[in-house]
Every structure is written in structure tokens, then in C-alpha cells.
């Protein structure tokens, strides 16, 4: 389950192996991390999200947009996000893998899809994919944390991330513990083969192969 380290381990290595095979067959990617609406969950709520039918709405909504017909391999992220020393709630966010270039029709292609969650002060964060292995492994993170936000002496907000603490984790954990690995993979254009990560490109690719900046033992397995 989710919420044992040595399967998320396992799990992640398999994700890592998998996810490279399909984005060396297109020659452009972009990574994009959205704090939506509808997923911000009261603290002491946690119990009643249901993952599953949140994982199929993203998808949903990718499939309806103009987004409709790229490759996209990403997870659905999840902070316990604190302002000013009060807890605001468990936030989960889509962080995505998509195929195309970083562009204007892009980013407002993510932003018809994905309205802003009215709480937060950066719902988009866009980037061009230069180090797969790095972005991959960012995608489907094991380690879930409090990001706590406040404002400097400048006068600027920032955030900081810290260790959930014993309460934090009696939430998080038997919440984890009832969905599979792979549970918040959010996939589009390719497959899962069993418990394993299996994916399959939607068309030939004609792209050439890049070399994996980074990629060590763990990055190859399958």
C-alpha cells in the first residue's frame, strides 16, 4: 500500500524505469504543478476524500480540453498545508508530465482545464523538461510533508517544508494504507499493465532519442 515505504520504494523504481521508456519516444515535455479547485480537504476530513473518483474527474477534465490527445503521466500530490501557524488543510494538487513545448497555448490550455483554487497565491508553476529523471521521480513523491506559509520580515510570503508530527500522521497514514501503489498516478495516452507500470505510446513516434541526464540502476529497472 501507500503507506509502506519499502512498496513505495519498489514502486517508484518501476514508475521511474517505465516513465522514461515512454517520453524518450516524443522530443518535447513540459512539467506543469496545479493547485485546482474542489481539493483542498479539512483537516479532520481526510478519511472521507475519495481518491479513486477525484483520480478519474482529472482525467476527465484532461480529456475534455484541449489537451485532449497528448501523452500525459503525472501523480496527484498531496501537502498539509499550514498559514500563519493555522492549519488551512490537506491540499492535493496534480503535478503533470505532459507532452508538447512550454507555450502560451499550452499553459492557458492547463488553466481552462484546471481552475485556480481561490486560496492559493500560485496555482500555476510551468517548466520545460531538460532532466526526465529528475521530474519523474518529483511526480509521484513517497515522502508527504506540512508546507507551512508566512510572511518574512521583508514583507514577502514565503514557504517552508516540514516533518508531518504524530497527529498529522494517525490522519495520513490509515488513509494511505487503503489504496495501492500507484493509486495517484494520473495517466493519459498510455496504460498500466497489472501491478506493474506498463505504458504504451497512442501513436508511432518518429522522435528521436535523447539521452537520460542522471539515470542510474534504479531509473533502468523494469
Not at 512498496?7 to 485546482?36: F, N, Y
Not at 481552462?112 to 511526480?139: C, G, H, M, Q
Not at 501503489?181 to 497512442?202: D, E, Q, S, W, Y
Request: hydrophobic fraction near 35%; charged fraction near 25%.
Amino acid at each position: 500500500t501507500e503507506a509502506c515505504p519499502v512498496c513505495m520504494r519498489e514502486g517508484r523504481v518501476d514508475w521511474a524505469g517505465e516513465a522514461i521508456k515512454i517520453m524518450l519516444q516524443r522530443p518535447h515535455w513540459t512539467r506543469c504543478s496545479v493547485i485546482t479547485d474542489g481539493l483542498l480537504v479539512p483537516y479532520g476530513q481526510l478519511a472521507k476524500f475519495d481518491l479513486d473518483a477525484q483520480i478519474k474527474r482529472l482525467r476527465k477534465r484532461i480529456g475534455r480540453s484541449k489537451l485532449h490527445g497528448r501523452v500525459v503521466l503525472g501523480g496527484l500530490d498531496v501537502s498539509l498545508n499550514i498559514e500563519n501557524n493555522v492549519i488551512v488543510g490537506w491540499q492535493f494538487h496534480p503535478y503533470l508530465i505532459v507532452e508538447g513545448k512550454d507555450d502560451e497555448s499550452f499553459r492557458q490550455a492547463v488553466k481552462d482545464a484546471f481552475p485556480p483554487e481561490p486560496t492559493a497565491l500560485e496555482p500555476y508553476d510551468f517548466a520545460e523538461i531538460t532532466d526526465l529523471l529528475e521530474v519523474i521521480t518529483y511526480a509521484y513523491k513517497a515522502q508527504i510533508k506540512r508546507r507551512s506559509g508566512y510572511v518574512g520580515k521583508d514583507g514577502n510570503h514565503r514557504t517552508k517544508d516540514q516533518p508531518l508530527k504524530g497527529a498529522d500522521l494517525r490522519k495520513l497514514l490509515p488513509f494511505l494504507a487503503k489504496h495501492k501503489v500507484g493509486a495517484r498516478l494520473i495517466l493519459c495516452g498510455v496504460k498500466r499493465n497489472g501491478h506493474r507500470l506498463g505504458f504504451t505510446p497512442t501513436k508511432p513516434s518518429s522522435a528521436p532519442r535523447k539521452t537520460v541526464k542522471g539515470a542510474g540502476s534504479d531509473a533502468s529497472a523494469t
